[in-house]
Structures are given as structure tokens and as C-alpha cells.
Nanobody
Framework: QVQLVESGGGEVQAGGSLTLSCAAS????????MGWHRQAPGKQRELVAA???????NYADSVKGRFTISRDNVVNVVYLQMNSLKPEDTAVYYC?????????????WGQGTQVTVSS
């Protein structure tokens, strides 16, 4: 099994920045792609950004140019740097990990961390 623990959420004003972290533990050898998803009230969960073990990335159009995903394979942590935050970025952000580098199939999930952007 793989355990994922997110941190770094909080409240920020529009235009501000936050960095989310997700630490993976357990059967790390099973982890290939890692990613961040978010779910706003009344909306479906959506992929925000993903990264393969080799560093290839994928972003939702709504966050391109504002968010950056990165990972440290030595300490098994994935980060999401969020800049120029907008009220519509408000959501619970979930870390996910997949056993392949497909960036579309997710096998493990964290508990989520709340991000609130006030106008």
C-alpha cells in the first residue's frame, strides 16, 4: 500500500500564492505518476496537474502558466506551486499516485487539503 499525506493548504487572497506538498510512504516502488486533483463544492473532481517519475508534466488549461508541479524522487514528495490564485481555485486539493505513468489512472489518494481564495 501507499500512503499520501498532503500539507500546505489554507486561505489566501486573490493574486496570492500557496505551495502544497504531498509526502508518499509505504510501497513507493509501486508509484509512477503523481498528481494533484481538486474538487469544488457541487463540482466533479478534476485533474489539476500531474507528473511522471521522469518529470513529464500535464496541466489543466485553467492553471497553465500559474501552477507548477514538481517532485523529489529521493524523498518521495510532490509539490504544487500555485501562483496568481483566483477565487475559482477554491477547492479541496487531493494528492494522487498511480502505478503507471499514464497520468490518467490513479490508484492511491490522500485525504485532501482545503485551499480557499478570497476576493
Amino acid at each position: 500500500q501507499v500512503q499520501l499525506v498532503e500539507s500546505g493548504g489554507g486561505e489566501v487572497q486573490a493574486g496570492g500564492s500557496l505551495t502544497l506538498s504531498c509526502a508518499a510512504s509505504g510501497s513507493i516502488v509501486r508509484v509512477a505518476a503523481m498528481g494533484w486533483h481538486r474538487q469544488a463544492p457541487g463540482k466533479q473532481r478534476e485533474l489539476v496537474a500531474a507528473i511522471t517519475r521522469g518529470g513529464n508534466t500535464n496541466y489543466a488549461d485553467s492553471v497553465k502558466g500559474r501552477f507548477t508541479i514538481s517532485r523529489d524522487n529521493v524523498v518521495n514528495v510532490v509539490y504544487l506551486q500555485m501562483n496568481s490564485l483566483k477565487p475559482e481555485d477554491t477547492a479541496v486539493y487531493y494528492c494522487a499516485a498511480g502505478r503507471t505513468n499514464m497520468m490518467t489512472m490513479w490508484d492511491y489518494w490522500g485525504q485532501g487539503t482545503q485551499v480557499t481564495v478570497s476576493s
